[in-house]
């Protein structure tokens, strides 16, 4: 019975810091977590009277094994989603692209300029030294 007692405020304690400290992770991650582990633990001290050593630690491995199952379907299930959501939106991106593509733009034609614009940089130099030959 004191064991129990002890597991019950054990439990008190982890669900509550579980809640609080992990708060970047799912909340349905952090209660399979949490939950599995508690799970775990409170079946192996109800069998611990009763059964051998060895079977209460299978049936440990057993509730350990189930929530390790429970997460990860709920990972998997994540997973899934995300690469829903990324083939749509690469879907959408090429179906703009096609409808892009398929529009004709008529793109005004830029009038020649009337005179020749100003050299820059290097070219200024070849410019100017045009300019002297000219004068001479």
Do not use: H
Request: aromatic share 8%; charged share 20%; proline share 4%.
């Amino acid at each position: 019975m004191i064991r129990i007692l002890i597991f019950i405020i054990l439990a008190a304690v982890v669900l509550p810091l579980t809640y609080l400290l992990f708060k970047q992770v799912p909340l349905a991650k952090r209660m399979t977590i949490a939950g599995g582990g508690l799970a775990a633990a409170g079946i192996a001290i109800l069998m611990q009277g009763a059964y051998a050593w060895y079977i209460v630690a299978l049936a440990l491995l057993g509730v350990s094994f189930l929530a390790a199952f429970i997460f990860m379907k709920l990972v998997e299930k994540e997973q899934n989603e995300k690469q829903r959501l990324m083939e749509e939106r690469r879907e959408q991106k090429q179906k703009n692209t096609k409808t892009y593509l398929a529009t004709t733009e008529e793109t005004p034609v830029a009038a020649e300029p009337a005179q020749k614009p100003k050299p820059f940089g290097m070219q200024s130099i070849d410019a100017d030294r045009e300019e002297i030959t000219r004068g001479q």
